[in-house]
């Protein structure tokens, strides 16, 4: 299992946006498959935030993730976010998306990140097993979400990512 940036692989946005329109997007009639392909585009970084990390197995991608700003509008004082975790399903269960998601928190804490947010209407138990702690129970567009932080340890002097 390998960890790369969407900024080494812009080929792929295209796969991607249409992987997140699937598992979100159809019961949202303000996304389109282009709108995430061009949203996926601003998420082309290396160095900063937002960036996109896709896992490869066997050097095909099988799952995703974005490092986001201002994720939730109803939540600005939390300016970084973990989201768009996206595993595809016959690759689920096997551990992808937790590694995926340690990947993620590790490269926010190389870039200064202190803390970190995520909201989940299914995935509590996961997350919790990594380290998140549950802040709130809502509803976010229609969706009863639970919202987590993970507190990071800021380190300092990573040149290289992921």
Request: contains cysteine; neutral net charge.
């Amino acid at each position: 299992m390998e960890v790369h940036l969407l900024a080494d692989h812009p080929e792929l946005t295209h796969l991607l946006a249409t992987w997140f329109y699937e598992q979100w997007g159809r019961s949202n009639p303000d996304l389109s498959v282009g709108r995430i392909e061009r949203n996926l585009q601003e998420r082309l970084n290396r160095d900063r935030l937002p960036l996109t990390l896709v896992t490869f197995e066997e050097e095909q991608p099988v799952a995703s993730a974005t490092l986001k700003i201002r994720e939730m509008d109803t939540y600005p004082q939390y300016p970084y976010w973990l989201g768009s975790v996206y595993v595809l399903p016959e690759h689920r269960g096997r551990g992808i998306g937790s590694h995926l998601a340690e990947h993620a928190a590790a490269i926010a804490q190389r870039l200064g990140v202190r803390e970190l947010c995520l909201y989940t209407p299914d995935r509590e138990k996961l997350y919790a097993r990594l380290g998140w702690v549950t802040m709130e129970r809502t509803v976010y567009r229609g969706e009863a979400v639970v919202i987590m932080r993970r507190t990071l340890e800021v380190r300092r002097g990573f040149s290289t990512l992921p």
